[in-house]
């Protein structure tokens, strides 16, 4: 039988980061990565092998690259079973492996609606981290003209926008009011929105799919108001539910949503095994509940803090929930947000002041390269805490919403954020003078000030 100390099922961001972090902390150890396929798809690139890239092989993690430089050992099989009791792993290939301590990181698969009619049917795709299946995802649509696309948040439009640009003629559909319903307030939302539908992509909210249509694939698509889009191609992006059967069936505790259950070490109900990423149970940092946050940026955190404490709890290093940071961009533009939005502020009755401000990211403003930058906050009413933030504008928008979040997770509040010190430079940023988010800080403490006189 073969021995670890450290096994790790699940080669994406989760277990990936987790094997180079829990090596680093604990040398001594030996450290061995299971993923199920040789090539491990970069997860938030796969838009973009249909556009962009136009090619999966563009968008491969050096997975074993990294694990041999970091001295872990990387297995190709998938872990059908786990004795939890005697501390082993059963592999498809019929090794078994002993551990001191367990690493599960195996992600998430796509989400389809049980009810949704002519989902079997051919040329409807999923959108899964599988290479094989999306190579020949990608062969089939390049004979295809007409692509609808269900489902408007992050990944559904950034494949509106990348199949579009090869030249498919694309409808993106979303059941909510507007595209990137539950990121965004609808303010932000519909800017947007009318960003990608000058692009080209044929916009529809405010109406869900009912069936997918065909006589053996895929031809038309019924909208729950009864209208009929012709369609190629459908292409589902409904959201995905976390991959933890083998959790299941191996005794290992998950919560009604199907999470893995762990606490702020990522640590299960099980002595010595730990989850991370898509499959383990998420807080949200603000409100404190259970939420299905899927993120390669949390999954990397939270591999971080397992690795760091798989031997002994240094008891700082802790997870204290997901911010909720994404990004996007649509060409030229980039959007982002942190935190929570107003509108679910609300729903969660956190009192709340906003401040939206909009200059350029450049200064002067008729730099080359200049665009509009708007920032929203969204500050805490009775603490003056920072919670949320929302960024539209070039490309910095990503980096700029990282700010937000650092500032959300270190409990900043507005009146720190309008004396912090910042660095500009006019080929790089806005203004000191007119930086849109410390502005943004101005309207909110305006706001708080007029509260208390």
């Known amino acids: 039988m073969k021995k670890t100390d450290v096994l790790i099922i699940g080669g994406s961001a989760a277990g990936m980061v987790a094997a180079i972090t829990g090596k680093n902390s604990w040398p001594e150890k030996s450290f061995t990565l299971v993923k199920k396929q040789k090539d491990v798809m970069v997860p938030c690139g796969i838009p973009y092998i249909f556009g962009t890239l136009d090619s999966s092989q563009l968008n491969i993690m050096p997975v074993d690259n990294m694990m041999d430089k970091a001295g872990v050992e990387s297995i190709v099989d998938e872990v059908i079973a786990i004795d939890k009791d005697n501390k082993t792993a059963t592999l498809q290939g019929g090794e078994v492996i002993a551990f001191d301590k367990l690493v599960i990181g195996t ?104 069936e997918v249509a065909g006589s053996g694939k895929a031809e038309k698509v019924i909208l729950e108001n009864g209208d009929v889009l012709e369609a190629d191609a459908v292409i589902l992006s409904m959201g995905y539910r976390p991959n933890t059967e083998l959790a299941k069936k191996s005794g290992i505790d998950v919560d009604a949503d199907g999470f893995i259950e762990v606490d702020e070490y990522m640590r299960t109900h099980h002595k010595d095994i730990f989850a991370t990423g898509d499959c383990a149970q998420k807080r949200d940092f603000i409100t404190r509940k259970r939420v299905p946050t899927m993120l390669a940026s949390t999954a990397c955190a939270e591999a971080r803090v397992a690795g760091m404490n798989l031997f002994n709890i240094h008891v700082v290093k802790t997870f204290s929930g997901t911010i909720s940071i994404y990004s996007t961009a649509l060409g030229e533009y980039g959007f982002g947000t942190a935190g929570i939005i107003e509108r679910r502020a609300l729903e969660e009755d956190i009192a709340v002041i906003t401040g939206t401000f909009e200059g350029v990211d450049r200064h002067p403003g008729n730099m080359p390269d200049t665009k509009k930058q708007m920032v929203k906050l969204i500050v805490a009413k009775y603490s003056g805490v920072i919670i949320g933030g929302e960024v539209i504008g070039g490309l910095s928008a990503g980096e700029l919403t990282n700010v937000i979040g650092l500032a959300i997770e270190n409990r900043m509040s507005v009146n720190s954020l309008l004396i912090s010190q910042i660095g500009t430079h006019p080929c790089l940023t806005a203004s000191p003078a007119a930086y849109p988010l410390i502005k943004a800080a101005e309207v909110v403490a305006t706001k708080l000030r007029n509260l208390n006189k």
Request: net charge neutral; with cysteine.
């Open 107 to 210: 992600g998430s698969v796509p989400a389809v609606p049980r009810w949704l009619k002519g989902s079997e049917l051919d040329n409807v795709f999923v959108i899964p981290k599988d290479k094989t299946y999306l190579d020949t995802m990608k062969k089939k649509l390049n004979g295809l003209k007409k692509v609808v696309v269900i489902g408007a948040g992050f990944i559904g439009v950034e494949f509106a926008d990348e199949l579009n640009k090869s030249g498919h003629e694309v409808t993106l559909v979303e059941k909510e009011c507007c595209i990137l319903y539950s990121a965004f307030d609808e303010e932000v939302a519909g800017r947007i929105g009318e960003i990608l539908a000058a692009r080209g992509v044929n916009i529809i909210t405010g109406n869900g799919i009912k």
